[in-house]
């Protein structure tokens, strides 16, 4: 009920504080994970491979946590210089440290639970509070001193809990989904490797392997560029005028087949693609970190989206969709593709000619559909999972500022504390 709910600034709820400073000097390239506002912002947004880039040596973690305490299970960091706003609330088990500056830390909470905290964050409320925290005009952050002036309406522990239980379900969920899509993208890359790199496809035994400018290969099959077995920016026909799907470069993801965040909008300028191509990113660092996409989401097969001139669109002439994805993913052809980048340092591109001089074994219809019919039905499911995905987020999205606000009451709602499950 409404009218149990109480106002207060945060600092009277938690402590908000910031790291102990850690200099260059002491970065090391393993031991404990030491992050900044990028990883935080990756583990924000569901990321199950956060780009772990920096660690400090583990004496020096325990000394820190021993004098001045580390993050642990509960508590919350929120970034708050660059990309603002992002929340996370450390998992069991987690151990890292951070940047000072670069994020904020809420801890010992008294009657706020911190998932709470999360999505009040999240809420129009919460965005309002942090707004009026903001500092700076070339670049914004946020000050401990106007975070701990923030006014945030909560209702009663319980009912705080309650609310969190409810949106984090969605979230579970969501990650749950997340791990599934991985999962399934790693056994389509291992078949590949398997079947076209180590050349273990089911039979291989009985095949005999013979020499070739790519060292061993099965009988039978032919060293040829890979521009032989695909087109390289394919011209494609737009079927339709006015409004049509459209990909940015950001809609790429960098460790899956995903595409996301699609909009619509009129035109026919940039990489025109349809169902089965690959979208490959030709600049830097997306193609550093590995942006590449797999066209499975249009209507139809008929249909013609378009997106950013920064694409090279890859389709299969004599292989299978399936495959030119995978290739494309794999280390070896990002490589070859990076070896050919000139231009601007910090916007080189792609030469477009470097796919010529990458070879594959080109292997035989049948084996490339035997292949196909192990792996696609793994893209579907990839593909069905993230609408799953989608539809939840929305349906959170629409519950989270309506459960913060009180509009929606949850007293009637059964509180069960996940975290003693």
């Known amino acids: 009920m409404v009218n149990l709910w109480i106002k207060s600034t945060m600092n009277k709820l938690c402590e908000i504080t910031s790291s102990k400073r850690i200099f260059a000097a002491e970065y090391q390239t393993d031991g404990v994970p030491f992050y900044r506002g990028k990883e935080?912002?990756?583990?924000?947004?569901?990321s199950l491979d956060v780009s772990t880039e920096l660690f400090i040596s583990r004496r020096k973690f325990l000394e820190i946590k021993n004098k001045f305490g580390a993050p642990k299970q509960g508590d919350l960091l929120l970034t708050s210089v660059g990309t603002l706003g992002m929340p996370y609330v450390v998992k069991r088990n987690e151990e890292f440290?951070?940047?000072?500056?670069?994020?904020?830390?809420?801890?010992?909470?008294?009657?706020?639970?911190?998932?709470?905290l999360y999505y009040w964050l999240l809420s129009p409320q919460g965005k309002g509070e942090l707004?009026?925290?903001?500092?700076?005009?070339?670049?914004?952050?946020?000050?401990?001193?106007?975070?701990?002036?923030?006014?945030?309406?909560?209702?009663?522990?319980?009912?705080?809990?309650?609310?969190a239980t409810i949106l984090s379900t969605y979230d579970d969920l969501i990650e749950n989904n997340t791990r599934r899509i991985k999962i399934l993208e790693e056994m389509a890359q291992t078949i590949y490797r398997e079947w076209f790199v180590n050349f273990r496809f089911p039979g291989h035994e009985q095949v005999k392997l013979v020499d070739s400018p790519l060292g061993k290969i099965p009988e039978?099959?032919?060293?040829?560029?890979?521009?032989?077995s695909i087109e390289v920016k394919p011209r494609t026909k737009v079927t339709k005028e006015g409004e049509k799907?459209?990909?940015?470069?950001?809609?790429?993801?960098?460790?899956?087949?995903?595409?996301?965040?699609?909009?619509?909008?009129?035109?026919?300028?940039?990489a025109k693609f349809k169902n089965g191509d690959t979208l490959f990113a030709r600049i830097t660092p997306c193609l550093e970190n590995g942006k590449t996409g797999f066209v499975q989401f249009l209507p139809d097969d008929e249909t013609t989206a378009f997106g950013s001139t920064e694409f090279i669109v890859l389709r299969s002439k004599a292989?299978?969709?399936?495959?030119?994805?995978?290739?494309?993913?794999?280390?070896?052809?990002?490589?070859?593709?990076?070896?050919?980048?000139?231009?601007?340092?910090?916007?080189?591109?792609?030469?477009?000619?470097?796919?010529?001089?990458?070879?594959?074994?080109?292997?035989?219809?049948?084996r490339l559909d035997i292949f196909s019919s192990h792996v696609a039905p793994m893209f579907r499911k990839v593909h069905v999972l993230a609408k799953k995905n989608e539809n939840l987020r929305q349906t959170r999205d629409l519950?989270?500022?309506?459960?913060?606000?009180g509009a929606v009451d949850v007293v009637g709602i059964p509180y069960t504390n996940k975290e003693e499950c």
């Open 245 to 270: 799907p459209f990909a940015p470069m950001g809609s790429l993801s960098t460790n899956s087949m995903l595409i996301s965040n699609v909009e619509t909008k009129a035109g026919n300028s940039g």
């Open 319 to 366: 292989l299978c969709p399936e495959y030119v994805y995978l290739m494309a993913r794999s280390n070896e052809f990002r490589d070859n593709a990076i070896k050919s980048m000139s231009g601007a340092t910090g916007r080189q591109r792609v030469s477009e000619k470097c796919f010529d001089q990458f070879f594959i074994a080109q292997p035989s219809q049948k």
């Open 40 to 46: 935080i912002t990756e583990k924000h947004k569901g």
């Open 131 to 163: 707004k009026k925290a903001t500092i700076g005009s070339s670049q914004s952050a946020y000050t401990i001193v106007l975070l701990k002036e923030m006014v945030v309406t909560l209702p009663p522990l319980e009912t705080q809990r309650k609310i």
């Open 220 to 228: 039978g099959w032919e060293v040829k560029p890979v521009t032989e």
């Open 399 to 405: 519950l989270l500022p309506k459960l913060i606000s």
């Open 97 to 116: 440290y951070f940047k000072d500056g670069n994020l904020t830390w809420f801890r010992n909470f008294i009657g706020l639970d911190s998932r709470f």
